[in-house]
């Protein structure tokens, strides 16, 4: 049976992202399973706090089924944000950074408390201090976008960078709010929260669950990205994106040319 190499093929990935360079598959030549796979990201992600970046917060991926048939993949994951992937809402990011990003829209949670895991759905008003609409820029490290399930969560699941916009109070109905993505003011995907595992509170849930098996635990003041609602958009250079989420508001970026 093959070893795989944690600390090598988080370098190799760290290397590939910090040069937007491409790299082939690595899970199945190296051995690579889920529990290695998220070991891989936990040493993917410790090369960005050696350097400095702090964690800010957990993000979920493939929480919709747009999402799964997307990139071929059909479990929910998640993954780790840092203060630099943070964009200010209007912000500007540079595409020359990363390899092939895509942006998407999203709800984001501020936690008040820590949520313990498995507390029901119900009992989260009290641990979300704030919701927002948000849009995560994914970006790949895998040549065409292409990957395994141990592959995208070595990889951070494609985590690049992300905007928050104005926070609010949490409403009702926050499990069927409409979700429009805009590229150049013209809508380039239609979705609901809904699609974010039936409710965004439920994808907290996971979340909690899923993390906690690998000994992380959410902090309070933490940002929360409960997955997309939509599919996602390739980010060309020059484009001005906007997600607009019913109830909650707009969050915005501009690509540089």
Known sequence: MIEPDIAGIAGTLGAAADT?????????????????????????????????????????GLTSKAKMAQVGVGEVI???????????????????????PRA???????????????????DFTDAVRA??????????RYANFTFSLPDVIADNTSAAAFVVGSWSPVPDGL????????IDGRVAQVGSTAAILGDPRRALDEGIRLAGRH????????????????????LRPGAHVRAVVEKLGTASLRALS
């Not at 919701?131 to 790949?140: F, T």
Request: charged letters at 25%; aromatic letters at 4%.
């Open 215 to 234: 000994g992380v635990r959410l902090r309070e003041g933490w940002v929360f990205l409960a997955g997309a609602a939509t599919a996602a958009v390739p």
């Open 131 to 140: 919701v927002a609409p948000a849009i995560e820029l994914i970006d790949s």
């Open 175 to 182: 499990d069927n709010l409409g979700v429009l993505l805009e």
């Open 104 to 122: 998407e829209p999203e709800v984001a949670f501020l936690l008040d408390r820590l949520p313990e895991p498995g507390e029901p759905v119900g």
């Open 78 to 100: 998640w993954g780790r944000l840092t203060d630099v992937m943070r964009v200010a809402d209007g912000g500007t990011v540079d595409v020359a950074r990363f390899i092939h």
């Open 20 to 60: 937007a360079t491409a790299v082939p598959q690595l899970a199945a030549q190296t051995g690579l399973d889920v529990d290695a796979a998220y070991a891989v990201q936990a040493a993917l992600v410790q090369r960005r706090l050696d350097r400095g970046e702090r964690l800010v917060g957990l993000k979920m």
